[in-house]
């Protein structure tokens, strides 16, 4: 009899192999001794490396400050902050103190060096406004926590990785540890504490999450950790650690409900103020809403709506679960007006907008009133420029090719000459080239007009000059000879 065929084994189990097998972080890992020396190398600070911070910081500050987007994520792609983070939650993975208190004293460092330099910036910058995206660093939640847990996890994975990818720039941006650190630089530049502590506690709650997403994949990963000698000692460590996490996090839970709450009341009051005040027949020009005191602020035009209208709507903010809201109407027509100023509102709009442009009006103006000036002044040279030439000619007919134009001669640095060029089949003697000389410069009213003459043989050309405001050109006519020039 042949033997009984060896039992298949279960689907379930297959399945479950080919799942571990896809999402296993063990496959692809880095030796241990290749992850060691990569962590340990980003933590220091030295070199160049405190320059591409500062570099970085003023980069993202500048972002900051002129509220623009790419220049902030531009500057966080250089940002070496990372290191010491990573440095830091690798240390505690591994029980290695030393390398935790390193990494603590480079991340003090790079904290410093970033708040000095952007403190620096927002001290002399003359955009002392805080913009939109300066002013989102300041309120920590619950989802900057989870943005830096879930960050730190793939930023840690991917530093353990043989083939290391784009990880690193991607958690960097994702996590933003380099804008918080500059808008707490703006508080202490104008001395606001509150926007200081929102944007440093930011900054905490990524410093601390992306250690601990560091701790939790080394721990997982069972890289080789140093041992405690006493388990109470070691027991005391983890229980250190928990509360670190707790008592940054917890904070963020409450500032996450805060924030919860004001997007439900701001939602609640503007579908409130848009079907009430809809149903009144008024438009709505302004809703001004204070989710913090519960404050709804509406200004009305259009027909005025009475007291009794008025407190019957605000009668209805707890049926739309707006309880504890106050509500202020501010109307724009007067008592006894039933119709609006359409002619007025117009009025108003039209001088807004010639206010508004007027300073675009006035500049073109004036660039049109230089251009016409410098029309004039050119159209003026050319006939001087041609009055001269017909006089030359006609006292000294031996010459032609006459050229007058503007040149920069090195001695007189920028400034422009006039010159007059010409060939002669005989040059003047020197007393008549000193008397030509004078009538140049007086005739062209400047002390420093230069007289360039160039004796020629053959045929001169006598057909009407050309004026030209560059450096004259040698006719194609013109023969090697001698060459006369006059200051």
Known sequence: MSAPDSPLPPASSSLGAAIAHRFSLLEDKADDAEIDRSIRAGI?????????????ILIASIGLNINSNAVIIGAMLVSPLMGPIVGLGYGVGIFDFFLVRRSLANLAIAAAISLLTSTLYFMITPLDEAQSELLARTTPSLWDVLIAL???????????????????????????????????????????????????????????????????????????????????????????????????????IYLAVRLVDNEVFSSRARDFVRKEFKAAKVHVLETRLTPRTHEIEVTLIGQRLSSDKIR????????????????????????????????????????????????????????IALLRGQVRAQQGWVDQADA??????????????????????????????????????KLPKATELNRINAWLKVRMMNPNARLVLAGVRGKIDRRPPPVSTLAPTVSSQAQPGVAATLP
Request: aromatic letters at 6%; proline letters at 5%.
């Open 312 to 367: 019957a709507i605000e009668s209805r903010l707890a049926l739309a679960g707006l309880h504890g809201a106050r509500l202020s109407v501010h109307q724009a027509q007067a008592e006894d007006t039933n119709k609006i100023d359409v002619g007025s509102l117009k009025a108003d709009i039209l001088a807004d907008i010639v206010r508004s442009n007027q300073q675009v009006v006035e500049d073109k103006e004036a660039t």
């Open 388 to 425: 001269v030439t017909r006089e030359f000619e006609v006292q000294y007919p031996q010459c032609g090719n006459v050229l007058i134009g503007m040149a920069a001669p090195p001695d007189q640095g920028a400034d422009l000459i006039p010159f007059l060029s010409a060939d002669c089949r």
């Open 44 to 56: 220091e600070l030295r070199g160049a490396t405190p320059w591409i911070l500062m570099l970085a």
């Open 150 to 252: 879930a960050g730190g996890l793939a930023g840690i994975i991917g530093l353990t990785r043989r083939e290391k990818s784009n990880v690193i720039p991607g958690v960097a941006i994702a996590t933003a540890l380099m804008p918080p650190l500059c808008t707490a630089g703006y508080g202490l530049a104008n001395g606001d504490w509150s926007v200081f502590g929102g944007a440093f506690y930011l900054f905490s709650i990524n410093c601390v999450f992306i250690a601990f997403a560091a701790v939790v994949v080394i721990e997982f990963l069972r890289l080789p950790h140093r041992k405690f000698v006493d388990p109470v000692r070691e027991r005391h460590v983890k229980r250190a650690l928990i509360a670190i996490v707790l008592v940054t996090g917890l904070p963020s």
